[in-house]
């Protein structure tokens, strides 16, 4: 394994050996483990390094934070730690520990235990791996299951026949590495796989557990392969009888994929507009059962229940009720940016997508630089004209007929002296 360490960029390197160097000071055993061996056994660059110690190992998170002056971050409840290193990289330390499950698909009950154990408890042989840090043992592989050898055949293979029923969410888990490392699932954890789906072990996870699942999904490079993988291994309608992976999905995700920087840099809801696009083509009835069963934040759920809201506006479009970018906008603005961001990435009609493009780009967040006190100064009385003269005003700014402030400020005025010849 020292050769695959080698293949690390000479700072992490570096810090391995500091980490490995304190443990041995401190008398306890540490590793490298799970993903981080796997991918560095594959050649994968990873920014993210898992450790575990045989031991305290958020004690030794906080003195490998002050020997290296990084940032120290306790998780308790796990019993893990983050340990930030002031270049930039973080290690991630857990204590090593067994698992217990009292009851199928519920979290399991932790407590600390040695490496093998802990290895013992994963979930599958590929992220079953440990690498030695101390110094006496520095690069020696612990690989109890062959984790090494799937990874030559490549096989995603779980390590015991009660696996997915102890934690249904290696189901997810599995076909997601399967499709991001282009593996097979071994033939008997294929074989426990559909058992477990036909056995309704789905069923046992909860909503957010089942959503953090599709989320992980959707935040792959490509989340398509994986919801095609879980439809014909029957997983997804499992979770909810009307969900499909079909061509329409296929190509809406690779809308999504492709649309390059038409979003804005900031922008964080990738993995929701996914999910959309698995929800969308569907009944009423449905989205609500699917709401139902996954319980969504407020803002995934919003997305959904806004592209049933969308038929309405897409009438109003066609049947010219709605016209100007200000009408649009006044359709469009309770609507959630993710559904908008949504419809400009895939809706067929070319022109659908280019109103909802410019709205998200530039109407979205309209404001004027006039308010109340603007209106004030301009000797208007207070009143309710204000609302209506700086709704028109906005209406006539989104649509491009004015655009600085003192263009504003005019408008305002202008439609403050037509009301009143009106009798405002
Ligand atoms: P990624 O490359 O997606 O970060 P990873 O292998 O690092 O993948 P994590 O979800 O970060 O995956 O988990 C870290 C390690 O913890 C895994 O490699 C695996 O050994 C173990 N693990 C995570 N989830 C489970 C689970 N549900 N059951 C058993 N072991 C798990």
């Known amino acids: 394994m020292k050769e695959a360490i080698a293949q690390l960029p000479e700072g992490i390197r570096e810090r391995l050996t500091q980490a490995g160097r304190l443990a041995d000071e401190s008398g306890l055993d540490l590793y490298l483990v799970g993903g981080t061996v796997r991918d560095l056994l594959l050649g994968r660059a990873r920014m993210d390094i898992d450790l575990a110690v045989d031991g305290d190992g958020m004690g030794f998170a906080s003195r490998l934070a002050r020997k290296t002056e990084g940032r120290y971050t306790p998780h308790p409840r796990f019993l893990t730690a983050t340990v930030d290193l002031p270049e930039g990289n973080s290690l991630d330390v857990a204590t090593a520990r067994g698992e217990t499950y009292e009851q199928p698909g519920a979290l399991p009950r932790v407590a600390p235990a040695p490496i093998d154990v802990d290895l013992a408890r994963r979930d599958f042989t590929i992220n079953a791996m440990a690498v030695s840090l101390n110094g006496r043992s520095f690069g020696n592989l612990v690989d109890p299951f062959n984790g090494r050898g799937d990874l030559r055949s490549r096989l995603v293979r779980i390590l015991h026949d009660r696996s997915y ?118 009944r009423q009835e449905t989205l609500h059962g699917i709401v139902e069963r996954l319980k969504p934040n407020r803002r995934l759920r919003k997305a959904i229940e806004d592209m049933s809201g969308w038929s309405r506006v897409e009438q109003a479009v066609e049947s010219g009720r709605i016209d100007t970018p200000a009408d649009f906008y006044r359709a469009v603005r309770t609507i959630s940016e993710d559904t908008i961001l949504f419809l400009a990435l895939t809706h067929p009609d070319e022109a659908v997508r280019s109103r909802c493009e410019t709205y998200y780009h530039h109407h979205r967040h309209a404001r004027l630089s006039i308010d109340g006190g603007t209106l004030k100064e301009l000797g208007i009385p207070e009143g309710p004209a204000y609302g209506q003269i700086l709704d028109e005003v906005l209406s006539m700014k989104i649509n491009g007929e004015i655009g600085t402030a003192e263009e504003e400020r005019r408008a305002a005025r202008d439609l403050w002296s037509r009301l009143h010849r009106l009798g405002a």
């Open 165 to 282: 029923i102890d934690d249904p969410t290696r189901l997810f888990r599995a076909v997601r590495f399967e499709q991001r490392l282009r593996f097979r699932l071994e033939r008997g954890t294929e074989r426990r796989f559909r058992e477990a789906v036909s056995g309704g072990m789905i069923g046992n996870l909860s909503g957010p557990r089942l959503l953090e699942q599709l989320r992980l999904i959707c935040v792959e490079p490509d989340p398509w392969p994986v919801f095609n993988r879980l439809e014909r291994l029957d997983a997804l309608k499992a979770i909810h009888p009307g969900l499909a992976s079909d061509d329409g999905l296929k190509t809406l995700v690779q809308e999504i994929s492709q649309s390059g920087d038409l979003a804005s840099s900031t922008y964080d809801g990738w993995w929701i507009l996914y999910l959309v696009a698995l929800f969308r083509p569907r």
